[in-house]
T-cell receptor, first 114, second 107 residues
Framework: EAGVAQSPRYKIIEKRQSVAFWCNPI?????LYWYQQILGQGPKLLIQ????????DSQLPKDRFSAERLKGVDSTLKIQPAKLEDSAVYLC????????????FGSGTRLTVV | KNEVEQSPQNLTAQEGEFITINCSYS?????LHWLQQHPGGGIVSLFM???GKKKHGRLIATINIQEKHSSLHITASHPRDSAVYIC?????????FGTGTRLQVFP
């Protein structure tokens, strides 16, 4: 079974620039999550999709972050404009239903904002 | 107080040693996950537990639901086990993560 695919693997941008991350979950996984992990901390949930609908985006900084999951499959996470404090690893994960089933992480995108 | 507490935060060991990482939590859960994160950032799911004990190779995970406590054990540790080990609890609909235990195993 293929894993959760994420791209790019690394990205360096200047502050105030825009950036987009892409995630392709495991086939058949209805639930997709985007996490932000700042160095030395555990992952923080940014947004959770169930199919193509948003379940939880309470911790997503909506003034600069946006995410979409068209057709309930692939997802993109965008930051516009980026700030220095956005430097982190952005992890995508997917699961069959709730967090108890087939929870799988992607390899993450390491973002550095300079 | 965090809902998920891990100990120790940092751990060093000599190759071959038996290692234990602990996780305590304060809320009701549907499942507990042990995850491994290597320096590149990617996370691998090691175990998902809702009761009892699971074993995979040199890794053993246990959970005591009544005491709200789980342990991850690594037998005959090896330098390639060096990574951050994260405990995460599954509630109704999301994971809550501990801050991780950084393990370094020296030859």
């Amino acid at each position: 079974e293929a894993g959760v695919a994420q791209s790019p693997r690394y990205k360096i941008i200047e502050k105030r620039q825009s950036v987009a991350f892409w995630c392709n979950p495991i086939s058949g996984h209805a639930t997709l999550y985007w996490y932000q992990q700042i160095l030395g901390q555990g992952p923080k949930l940014l947004i959770q999709f169930q199919n193509n609908g948003v379940v939880d985006d309470s911790q997503l900084p909506k003034d600069r972050f946006s995410a979409e999951r068209l057709k309930g499959v692939d997802s993109t996470l965008k930051i516009q404009p980026a700030k220095l404090e956005d430097s982190a690893v952005y992890l995508c994960a997917s699961s069959l239903a709730s967090v108890g089933y087939g929870y799988t992480f992607g390899s993450g995108t390491r973002l550095t904002v300079v | 107080k965090n809902e998920v507490e891990q100990s120790p935060q940092n751990l060093t060991a000599q190759e071959g040693e038996f290692i234990t990482i602990n996780c305590s939590y304060s809320v009701g859960i549907s499942a507990l996950h042990w995850l491994q994160q290597h320096p590149g950032g990617g996370i691998v799911s090691l175990f998902m537990l809702s009761s009892g004990k699971k074993k995979h190779g040199r890794l053993i995970a246990t959970i005591n639901i009544q005491e709200k406590h789980s342990s991850l054990h690594i037998t005959a540790s090896h330098p390639r086990d060096s990574a951050v080990y994260i405990c995460a609890i599954g509630g109704a609909d999301k994971l809550i993560f501990g801050t991780g235990t950084r393990l370094q195993v020296f030859p």
